[in-house]
């Protein structure tokens, strides 16, 4: 016999005596075509199979790879193997899942009344309302608050959502908050009342109890980077020229030269650009409307160099990707935030709320003080409304002061 058929034949022992072995053959070219790096898989691999191997030695079969099961395993390793065996486990299960050894875990049952009505006020957000998904999060976060009112029972009362009650709610609710925060709060309120009085469960008429909160549009100051401070941003980023280092410089550009929402940035498909117009597409979101842009130089270079040399080799068609294994589309707004947050602190620029919408509003501001029109800027932003982009010209402190009257009683 040849060494090469030994060898065959050994695995082919070792296969027999192992029952998991395929399971673990299974998983490890499962997370190959992932691209885990070659220590990862080896590690999770390892993981499975200690696992797997404690079913065994309790007569356990695979289809008890349950939540409570792993949960007791996890309770006999050592804490500082513990993170990687709960990683390792959890593409175990998902593997399982996708052979179909493993059911598909089952929906979460709502525990109260409350919770029911939640889930039906998320359904109509999205499937009757079209909202984006970042207001969706908001007003729900409101309405479970709200909802609280109702009690724990599993049948609504629906009479204990008097009058009174909502007032009370809005008006704690909106006491330690800020900016716009109790517009949000009232409309998300407002937004609550007008499905349950859709759905036939309060009377109509009730969202009108909601109280008007103080409001000044105008009081506040955006907050925004000054052109040295965002040249010594986008200096800082560009100086790292790995793939994970172009990749944020081109997400900065967008947020910082054309004034893009963190939101319309994760959604960017390849399709989106078009090279030969010079021109980039934005898909409906917040306001629900489609814009295209043109793609300054500054802008389209930097994404030319990370879709070239930066951009790793996926078949997902979303433009930004994260850089460790699986190769997966950037998903949500809040890593758009971590990531301006990171690169503020590295470029030694103090801290400011904000983050993403910090860029935007720096955007504006640089368009407004260089001349650009409302209607322009209100255009390119995406602004439904002109009142939104007017809060700009109070930082355009050269034409104000033109048309500033004098101080009484001041000198000629």
Same mark, same amino acid.
């Given at each position: 016999?040849?060494?090469?058929? $030994?060898?065959?034949?050994?695995?082919?022992?070792?296969?027999?005596?192992?029952?998991?072995?395929?399971?673990?053959?299974?998983?490890?070219?499962?997370?190959?075509?992932?691209?885990?790096?070659?220590?990862?898989?080896?590690?999770?691999?390892?993981?499975?199979?200690?696992?797997?191997?404690?079913?065994?030695?309790?007569?356990?079969?695979?289809?008890?790879?349950?939540?409570?099961?792993?949960?007791?395993?996890?309770?006999?390793?050592?804490?500082?193997?513990?993170?990687?065996?709960?990683?390792?486990?959890?593409?175990?299960?998902?593997?399982?899942?996708?052979?179909?050894?493993?059911?598909?875990?089952?929906?979460?049952?709502?525990?109260?009344?409350?919770?029911?009505?939640?889930?039906?006020?998320?359904?109509?957000?999205?499937?009757?309302?079209?909202?984006?998904?970042?207001?969706?999060?908001?007003?729900?976060?409101?309405?479970?608050?709200?909802?609280?009112?109702?009690?724990?029972?599993?049948?609504?009362?629906?009479?204990?959502?008097?009058?009174?009650?909502?007032?009370?709610?809005?008006?704690?609710?909106?006491?330690?908050?800020?900016?716009?925060?109790? $517009?949000?709060?009232?409309?998300?309120?407002?937004?609550?009342?007008?499905?349950?009085?859709?759905?036939?469960?309060?009377?109509?008429?009730?969202?009108?109890?909601?109280?008007?909160?103080?409001?000044?549009?105008?009081?506040?100051?955006?907050?925004?980077?000054?052109?040295?401070?965002?040249?010594?941003?986008?200096?800082?980023?560009?100086?790292?020229?790995?793939?994970?280092?172009?990749?944020?410089?081109?997400?900065?550009?967008?947020?910082?030269?054309?004034?893009?929402?963190?939101?319309?940035?994760?959604?960017?498909?390849?399709?989106?650009?078009?090279?030969?117009?010079?021109?980039?597409?934005?898909?409906?979101?917040?306001?629900?409307?489609? $814009?295209?842009?043109?793609?300054?130089?500054?802008?389209?270079?930097?994404?030319?160099?990370?879709?070239?040399?930066?951009?790793?080799?996926?078949?997902?068609?979303?433009?930004?990707?994260?850089?460790?294994?699986?190769?997966?589309?950037?998903?949500?707004?809040?890593?758009?935030?971590?990531?301006?947050?990171?690169?503020?602190?590295?470029?030694?620029?103090?801290?400011?709320?904000?983050?993403?919408?910090?860029?935007?509003?720096?955007?504006?501001?640089?368009?407004?003080?260089?001349?650009?029109?409302?209607?322009?800027?209100?255009?390119?932003?995406?602004?439904?409304?002109?009142?939104?982009?007017?809060?700009?010209?109070?930082?355009?402190?050269?034409?104000?002061?033109?048309?500033?009257?004098?101080?009484?009683?001041?000198?000629?």
């Amino acid at each position: 016999m040849s060494q090469v058929s $030994r060898v065959h034949a050994g695995r082919a022992v070792r296969r027999e005596a192992d029952p998991f072995a395929p399971t673990l053959e299974a998983l490890t070219s499962a997370l190959h075509a992932q691209r885990y790096a070659r220590e990862t898989i080896r590690q999770y691999t390892r993981e499975a199979k200690r696992f797997l191997r404690w079913l065994a030695r309790g007569d356990l079969p695979l289809t008890a790879s349950t939540n409570d099961t792993i949960a007791r395993f996890l309770r006999t390793v050592p804490t500082g193997r513990r993170r990687r065996c709960i990683s390792a486990l959890h593409f175990l299960a998902q593997h399982l899942r996708t052979t179909g050894v493993l059911a598909a875990p089952a929906a979460p049952v709502p525990r109260t009344g409350g919770a029911f009505w939640v889930e039906r006020y998320h359904t109509y957000l999205e499937e009757v309302l079209g909202l984006a998904l970042g207001t969706q999060q908001s007003y729900l976060n409101f309405a479970r608050r709200f909802l609280a009112i109702l009690g724990p029972a599993p049948v609504v009362d629906w009479s204990v959502l008097t009058p009174d009650r909502i007032v009370e709610f809005v008006r704690r609710e909106a006491a330690h908050r800020h900016g716009s925060g109790p $517009r949000t709060l009232r409309a998300a309120v407002h937004s609550v009342l007008r499905f349950l009085i859709a759905v036939g469960v309060v009377p109509a008429g009730r969202e009108a109890v909601v109280p008007r909160l103080p409001r000044w549009g105008q009081a506040a100051l955006p907050q925004r980077l000054t052109d040295a401070e965002t040249a010594r941003l986008l200096r800082t980023c560009a100086a790292d020229s790995g793939a994970l280092g172009r990749r944020d410089y081109v997400m900065l550009l967008l947020l910082a030269r054309l004034g893009l929402r963190a939101s319309e940035v994760v959604r960017l498909q390849l399709a989106d650009v078009d090279w030969s117009e010079g021109t980039l597409r934005i898909r409906p979101g917040k306001t629900h409307r489609e $814009r295209v842009l043109p793609l300054a130089q500054e802008v389209g270079e930097g994404l030319l160099t990370y879709l070239q040399h930066g951009r790793p080799a996926t078949p997902h068609r979303a433009v930004f990707l994260t850089h460790t294994a699986p190769y997966r589309p950037v998903r949500t707004a809040a890593a758009i935030t971590a990531l301006v947050h990171r690169w503020l602190a590295r470029a030694g620029i103090p801290p400011r709320p904000g983050a993403a919408h910090l860029l935007r509003h720096t955007a504006a501001t640089r368009m407004v003080t260089g001349g650009v029109g409302f209607k322009q800027v209100a255009d390119v932003l995406g602004h439904q409304s002109l009142e939104t982009t007017a809060l700009y010209a109070k930082l355009d402190l050269t034409t104000l002061a033109a048309v500033a009257l004098p101080w009484p009683g001041g000198t000629a």
